[in-house]
Structures are given as structure tokens and as C-alpha cells.
């Protein structure tokens, strides 16, 4: 057999088994972000079969370009114990005690190969477009390419059941969207609806990202980002703290579903 077609068979044969075996999983998660990655790291150290599906060739979110593209990011202390799990290095603000700066780079990437090393699988460039939803709960993701759905090709999708679904798409809550347009769920928040992400307060949106990570529906849970538009929460720009401990409680209450 020559060399390239070695190559191209190992490629098609491993990615096939990898897709093959996360088809059905204890737990997806849409959106490779920090939050989300916190999650699935955390979730498979626990043992869960935890897989991501990323719409973009990198994960990592919004974490890469720190703000405005000035590739550094904030924490304040409370997140340092996750940071220091994943071994990601910081310093802190001599200026602003309680504070403390990292790469962004090295956040992003760490962030990845602690997920991944942790035994949770994540899926790049790949869209979830709808919600399986069956007897009243949501029981999986509808996937497709993300060039497939870029390039708007009339390409039907797959599936992937799961027993708990995790909403980690950031701002646009997609999901949870779907969940509320197509579905017809009704979450549990003020409205039944999406709240709406509020502007800027970085105290406030640190604050209510952490306290909106919260199951919305039987098996369909939103963090980072997403729950605070759920819940109508302010936004806060490139501190991250409350990204990451959004992430570890979404674990933490996702672990305690799965036991029931
Ligand atoms: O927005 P994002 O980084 O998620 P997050 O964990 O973190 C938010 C922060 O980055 C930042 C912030 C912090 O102060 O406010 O915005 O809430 O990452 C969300 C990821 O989800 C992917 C998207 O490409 C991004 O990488 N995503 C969104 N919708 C889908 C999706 C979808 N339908 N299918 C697959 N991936």
C-alpha cells in the first residue's frame, strides 16, 4: 500500500471510530468556549463521556483575542484554582489587588488541551443546527459541517443523543433559541423566554454569569455567556473569571443530573 494511501486510510478510519463512539454520549456541549471547556474538562475527570461540537476550525471562543485583539485577558482571585488546574500561568496587578493578567493565547490553548487531556472529545467546524426533542425532553444535538452550512448546501444532518445538553454558544444562546422557537420549551425564567443580554457592567456581569449557570429546561442547561442572555444578565468584556467558574458549576450540576 503506498504511503499516501496509509495516510488517508488511518485518517478515515480513526475519525470514523472517534464519531462513531460519541454519537451517543452522557453529555454534549454546543460552543467551545472557555466556559465550555471548563465544563467538559472537569465533567470527563468525573468520568462522564463529555463530547464538544464547535462550530469554528478553533476552539477557544472568545478568549484568543483577549480585548481588542491587546492579546492579554483579567481574572480576579476566585478563578485562579481553575486556572492553576489546567496549569495556565498568571501575574497579578500590582495596581489592582484581587486582579491578576494572562495571555490569551496561552489561555485559549490551555483551555483546549486540558479538555482534551481530561478525555473529553470535541468536535471542530462542526454547526449544531437544531435540537433532538422527543416526549417533552431534549435528548440530543442535530449536526452538520460548518462548510455545509456556510456555503448553504441543501445537505441533510446527523444526530448525536445525549442524555444532558450543555448551551455554551456565548452571546447568541443558540440552543436555548431553538429550544424556545422550535421546541416551544418554556425555560425557567421570568418569561418562560430568552431575557436578553444587558450592556455593560463588568461587576454585575461577573457576578450573574456564575449565578445564571443553571439547568433551564430537564436536560438542557446553559453556561458562560449564553446563560446570561438567557437570564438577562449584563455583559463584561475580557475578564474571565466568571467564564470559568460558570464552566466548573455547569459540571457540577450537570454530574448531580446524571446521578439522579
Ligand atoms: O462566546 P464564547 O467564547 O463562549 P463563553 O464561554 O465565553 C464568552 C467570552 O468569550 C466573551 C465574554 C467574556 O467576557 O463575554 O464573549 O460564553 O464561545 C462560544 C463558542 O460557541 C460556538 C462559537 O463558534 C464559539 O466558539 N458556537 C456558537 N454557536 C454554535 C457554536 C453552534 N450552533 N454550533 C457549534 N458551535
Given at each position: 500500500?503506498?504511503?499516501?494511501?496509509?495516510?488517508?486510510?488511518?485518517?478515515?478510519?480513526?475519525?470514523t471510530?472517534?464519531?462513531?463512539?460519541?454519537?451517543?454520549?452522557?453529555?454534549?456541549?454546543?460552543?467551545?468556549?472557555?466556559?465550555?471547556?471548563?465544563?467538559?474538562?472537569?465533567?470527563?475527570?468525573?468520568?462522564?463521556?463529555?463530547?464538544?461540537?464547535?462550530?469554528?476550525?478553533?476552539?477557544?471562543?472568545?478568549?484568543?483575542?483577549?480585548?481588542?485583539?491587546?492579546?492579554?485577558?483579567?481574572?480576579?482571585?476566585?478563578?485562579?484554582?481553575?486556572?492553576?488546574?489546567?496549569?495556565?500561568?498568571?501575574?497579578?496587578?500590582?495596581?489592582?489587588?484581587?486582579y491578576?493578567?494572562?495571555d490569551?493565547?496561552?489561555?485559549?490553548?490551555?483551555?483546549?488541551?486540558?479538555?482534551?487531556?481530561?478525555?473529553?472529545?470535541?468536535?471542530?467546524?462542526?454547526?449544531?443546527?437544531?435540537?433532538?426533542?422527543?416526549?417533552?425532553?431534549?435528548?440530543?444535538?442535530?449536526?452538520?459541517w460548518?462548510?455545509?452550512?456556510?456555503?448553504?448546501?441543501?445537505?441533510?444532518?446527523?444526530?448525536?443523543?445525549?442524555?444532558?445538553?450543555?448551551?455554551?454558544?456565548?452571546?447568541?444562546?443558540?440552543?436555548m433559541?431553538?429550544?424556545?422557537?422550535?421546541?416551544?420549551?418554556?425555560?425557567?425564567?421570568?418569561?418562560?423566554?430568552?431575557?436578553?443580554?444587558?450592556?455593560?457592567?463588568?461587576?454585575?456581569?461577573?457576578?450573574?454569569?456564575?449565578?445564571?449557570?443553571?439547568?433551564?429546561?430537564?436536560?438542557?442547561?446553559a453556561?458562560?455567556?449564553?446563560?446570561?442572555?438567557?437570564?438577562?444578565?449584563?455583559?463584561?468584556?475580557?475578564?474571565?473569571?466568571?467564564?470559568?467558574?460558570?464552566?466548573?458549576?455547569?459540571?457540577?450540576?450537570?454530574?448531580?443530573?446524571?446521578?439522579k
Open positions: 500500500m503506498s504511503l499516501e494511501n496509509v495516510i488517508s486510510r488511518a485518517i478515515v478510519s480513526t475519525f471510530q472517534k464519531m462513531l463512539s460519541y454519537l451517543e454520549v452522557d453529555t454534549a456541549i454546543v460552543g467551545g468556549g472557555p466556559s465550555a471547556l471548563v465544563a467538559a474538562r472537569y465533567l470527563a475527570e468525573a468520568g462522564v463521556k463529555v463530547a464538544i461540537f464547535e462550530r469554528k476550525l478553533a476552539p477557544g471562543g472568545g478568549t484568543w483575542g483577549g480585548g481588542m485583539l491587546f492579546n492579554e485577558v483579567v481574572v480576579q482571585d476566585d478563578a485562579l484554582p481553575i486556572l492553576d488546574d489546567f496549569g495556565i500561568r498568571h501575574a497579578p496587578l500590582a495596581d489592582a489587588p484581587g491578576h493578567t494572562l490569551s493565547v496561552e489561555m485559549a490553548s490551555g483551555l483546549i488541551f486540558g479538555a482534551v487531556k481530561a478525555g473529553a472529545k470535541i468536535f471542530n467546524s462542526v454547526s449544531v443546527e437544531d435540537i433532538v426533542f422527543k416526549d417533552k425532553k431534549v435528548n440530543g444535538l442535530v449536526i452538520n460548518t462548510p455545509v452550512e456556510r456555503l448553504g448546501m441543501h445537505v441533510d444532518p446527523l444526530t448525536v443523543i445525549a442524555e444532558c445538553v450543555l448551551d455554551g454558544t456565548g452571546h447568541p444562546s443558540e440552543i433559541h431553538l429550544a424556545t422557537e422550535k421546541a416551544k420549551i418554556t425555560l425557567d425564567t421570568p418569561t418562560g423566554k430568552i431575557e436578553g443580554e444587558r450592556p455593560m457592567w463588568v461587576e454585575s456581569g461577573e457576578e450573574s454569569t456564575v449565578k445564571n449557570t443553571r439547568e433551564y429546561y430537564p436536560g438542557l442547561f453556561c458562560g455567556m449564553s446563560a446570561n442572555n438567557v437570564m438577562g444578565g449584563y455583559r463584561m468584556g475580557p475578564i474571565f473569571g466568571g467564564m470559568l467558574m460558570s464552566g466548573k458549576k455547569a459540571a457540577g450540576l450537570i454530574l448531580k443530573s446524571l446521578k
